[in-house]
């Protein structure tokens, strides 16, 4: 799945000159962490609510409301701002979005295409993809298979689906130690005959779950 795929297009975005005090109603207005800074069409920053913070006077200040809205009104954008963020192509994978924002220990990234901002993909967007690659919400089944982690196992295992004439729509492999935990979503909330054949070709079941709404 692509980054494409799954971020926010045609996202809501602010200029560095803009003053700070336009930023921090926009957010709030649309209920938003996180905004692209732009230039005509290119990213030159991210503006979070944490930056706003960081310019911001502190609760513990001895200013007035009405000094502490002075101030504010004279910083832009620009002097908030993360400036150059890491940024990603729209036809990255997901997965290497996940990767940066690890190693980068951020939960945002910008999304170019032709050097344009594109968009922009979160943490949770891509919490909201691994649950419906997994397809956690599906009316169906979800058994987790022990295996041995050699070649064919994987095949042996989808002809017992076949066989029984189970449609496999979702499969996950968790490696181990000469074996893997194969979990495999179906269509068929009942298991009964499946789980009698799968024990019968020797595979342990390792755990069931079943969703019928």
Not at 121 to 140: P, Q, R, W
Request: proline share 3%; with cysteine.
């Amino acid at each position: 799945m692509y980054v494409r795929n799954r971020m926010t297009k045609s996202p809501i975005t602010i200029t560095a000159n803009a003053p700070i005090m336009d930023a921090v109603e926009v957010m709030r207005e649309k209920n938003l962490k996180r905004m692209p800074v732009v230039d005509g069409e290119k990213v030159v920053g991210v503006l979070t609510q944490g930056d706003i913070q960081k310019v911001s006077p502190t609760k513990a200040t001895s200013l007035s409301i009405f000094e502490i809205n002075y101030l504010l009104s004279k910083l832009t954008v620009k002097e908030a701002m993360t400036k150059n963020p890491v940024t990603i192509e729209a036809d990255c994978l997901l997965e290497e979005a996940a990767v940066i924002m690890r190693q980068h220990r951020i939960s945002t990234l910008p999304v170019v295409e032709g050097g344009k901002l594109a968009g922009i993909i979160t943490e949770s967007d891509i919490f909201d993809a691994f649950i419906d690659l997994l397809g956690f919400k599906d009316i169906g089944s979800r058994i987790t298979i022990e295996a041995a982690d050699a070649p064919g196992a994987m095949a042996a295992m989808s002809q017992i689906f076949k066989d029984l004439d189970v449609n496999i729509t979702h499969i996950a492999v968790y490696r181990g130690e000469g074996t893997s935990d194969v979990v495999i979503r179906s269509d068929v909330v009942d298991t009964s005959d499946l789980e009698k054949k799968l024990k019968e070709t020797g595979y342990k079941i390792k755990h069931i779950l079943k969703n019928d709404k």
